[in-house]
């Protein structure tokens, strides 16, 4: 069973910066789409920021301008660069992998890597 494992979480002033990693325990093929969401306390789980196999990226409106995701579907590892970081960035972040299957596209989740925003 292939694992997505998360780093570089952690406690940050705002306005700081903080580099998540996230890389598989073995490749994975066929990928379609790497991303990273956040989780806010008592808060549902939202997609931050995804890059397509061609390296197509999308942000949400909170983090544009902030947030740069990078990634690399050989070794199958997701960055996420979070500069100028605000209090309300604080939550879980999930590491995402989609690869397409036999007719379906299959989901890979990280555990998560707290990041801590204080003011």
């Known amino acids: 069973q292939v694992q997505l494992v998360e780093s570089g979480g952690g406690l940050v002033p705002a306005g700081g910066s903080l580099r998540l990693s996230c890389a598989a325990s073995a490749p994975i093929s066929r990928i379609n789409t790497m991303a990273w969401f956040h989780q806010a306390p008592g808060q549902q789980r939202e997609l931050v920021a995804r890059i397509n196999s061609g390296g197509l990226t999308n942000y949400a409106d909170s983090v544009k301008g902030r947030f740069t995701i990078s990634g690399d579907n050989a070794k199958t590892t997701v960055s996420l660069q979070m500069n100028a970081l605000k209090t309300e960035d604080t939550g879980v972040y999930y590491c995402?992998?989609?690869?397409?299957?036999?007719?379906?596209?299959?989901?890979?989740w990280g555990q998560g890597t707290q990041v801590t925003v204080s003011q």
């Open positions: 995402y992998v989609a690869a397409w299957m036999e007719g379906y596209s299959r989901a890979y």
